[in-house]
């Protein structure tokens, strides 16, 4: 308990700083939308390239880790999708929730408890757990919204639009180049690679103030109980359980992968689905109120999980 208390207080304190800040009004009613936009462009872009970009360093990839943290991921978040646009759901609304069903704060809880739980052995299925969610997963949801946006019946057309949509998002760009550079095996200089981790440290700490910046607003609509704890057992049950299911009785891994792949799946949701909201301009109520539950819930499921690991 007290290891995950020590990584999500972080969390909680920077939620609570922004609702005070809000409330007390020492920050005005648009900072919640500027602190986006700063993490949209430059901060989750930084990031995004930093980590793509280290890829080259990430040794001895686990394909049964891959597969099983994947998986699991594309389970919740397909199933998520299908229940939204069942209780008819804008379909980007409905992609949003699904995204936040299946994203675990990786970057900003997972490293860290990894690296708690089994020492520096664990840096590379940490890793490989951001860049799944903060790329790939994330990538999947704006190409699918992108997608939806287009009035085209022309697949061409449409194909073309979507392209140049994507060309023009700093999200999707980032990690491009960052795989790019891993893959050309060019050593960035120094004070390049300061400037990117700089802005990419802020992605984190920014986004946690602007969501209490927006759960302080007194214009905030009250969020959907059904769908934020629909998202909430999505998050912090079916994914653990879909994920340890796969890493222990189907795929073939070391231990500590495994361990890795289920203690990842379990964290609660992300920043992503309220930033994708945001850069939307969709409603993202109800996504930033479960992302505070599941973080809250996640202090006793994740120390469960810690509880049950065994000795390595």
């Given at each position: 308990?007290?290891?995950?208390?020590?990584?999500?207080?972080?969390?909680?304190?920077?939620?609570?700083?922004?609702?005070?800040?809000?409330?007390?009004?020492?920050?005005?009613?648009?900072?919640?939308?500027?602190?986006?936009?700063?993490?949209?462009?430059?901060?989750?872009?930084?990031?995004?390239?930093?980590?793509?970009?280290?890829?080259?360093?990430?040794?001895?990839?686990?394909?049964?880790?891959?597969?099983?943290?994947?998986?699991?991921?594309?389970?919740?978040?397909?199933?998520?999708?299908?229940?939204?646009?069942?209780?008819?759901?804008?379909?980007?609304?409905?992609?949003?929730?699904?995204?936040?069903?299946?994203?675990?704060?990786?970057?900003?809880?997972?490293?860290?408890?990894c690296l708690l739980t089994f020492g520096q052995q664990a840096i590379a299925p940490g890793v490989i757990g951001v860049?799944?969610?903060?790329?790939?997963?994330?990538?999947?949801?704006?190409?699918?919204?992108?997608?939806?946006?287009?009035?085209?019946?022309?697949?061409?057309?449409?194909?073309?639009?979507?392209?140049?949509?994507?060309?023009?998002?700093?999200?999707?760009?980032?990690?491009?180049?960052?795989?790019?550079?891993?893959?050309?095996?060019?050593?960035?200089?120094?004070?390049?690679?300061?400037?990117?981790?700089?802005?990419?440290?802020?992605?984190?700490?920014?986004?946690?103030?602007?969501?209490?910046?927006?759960?302080?607003?007194?214009?905030?609509?009250?969020?959907?109980?059904?769908?934020?704890?629909?998202?909430?057992?999505?998050?912090?049950?079916?994914?653990?359980?879909?994920?340890?299911?796969?890493?222990?009785?189907?795929?073939?891994?070391?231990?500590?992968?495994?361990?890795?792949?289920?203690?990842?799946?379990?964290?609660?949701?992300?920043?992503?689905?309220?930033?994708?909201?945001?850069?939307?301009?969709?409603?993202?109520?109800?996504?930033?109120?479960?992302?505070?539950?599941?973080?809250?819930?996640?202090?006793?499921?994740?120390?469960?999980?810690?509880?049950?690991?065994?000795?390595?």
């Open positions: 308990m007290l290891a995950i208390f020590n990584v999500a207080f972080p969390v909680f304190g920077l939620i609570l700083i922004g609702f005070v800040c809000r409330r007390r009004n020492i920050l005005g009613p648009n900072a919640s939308t500027e602190l986006n936009r700063f993490v949209i462009y430059l901060g989750l872009p930084s990031l995004l390239f930093e980590a793509m970009a280290r890829l080259g360093s990430v040794e001895a990839l686990n394909l049964g880790y891959i597969l099983s943290f994947a998986l699991g991921m594309a389970v919740v978040f397909l199933l998520t999708l299908w229940l939204r646009l069942r209780h008819d759901a804008h379909f980007i609304d409905a992609t949003v929730d699904a995204l936040g069903a299946a994203y675990p704060n990786a970057g900003f809880l997972g490293i860290p408890l860049l799944m969610t903060a790329c790939v997963l994330f990538a999947i949801a704006i190409i699918m919204i992108e997608t939806s946006r287009q009035t085209e019946k022309h697949l061409g057309r449409t194909l073309a639009k979507v392209g140049g949509s994507l060309l023009r998002n700093p999200i999707m760009v980032a990690p491009v180049l960052g795989s790019l550079v891993a893959w050309s095996g060019v050593a960035l200089p120094t004070g390049v690679q300061q400037l990117f981790n700089f802005l990419g440290g802020a992605a984190g700490p920014c986004a946690l103030v602007s969501i209490g910046l927006f759960l302080a607003a007194t214009e905030s609509r009250r969020a959907d109980n059904h769908t934020l704890w629909m998202l909430v057992a999505m998050k912090l049950l079916l994914q653990p359980a879909l994920t340890a299911v796969l890493a222990f009785w189907v795929f073939d891994m070391p231990p500590m992968w495994a361990w890795s792949a289920l203690l990842l799946s379990a964290l609660p949701i992300g920043n992503g689905p309220f930033m994708l909201a945001a850069l939307f301009g969709r409603e993202a109520d109800t996504m930033s109120r479960a992302i505070l539950v599941s973080t809250l819930l996640s202090l006793v499921t994740v120390s469960l999980i810690l509880a049950w690991i065994p000795a390595m």
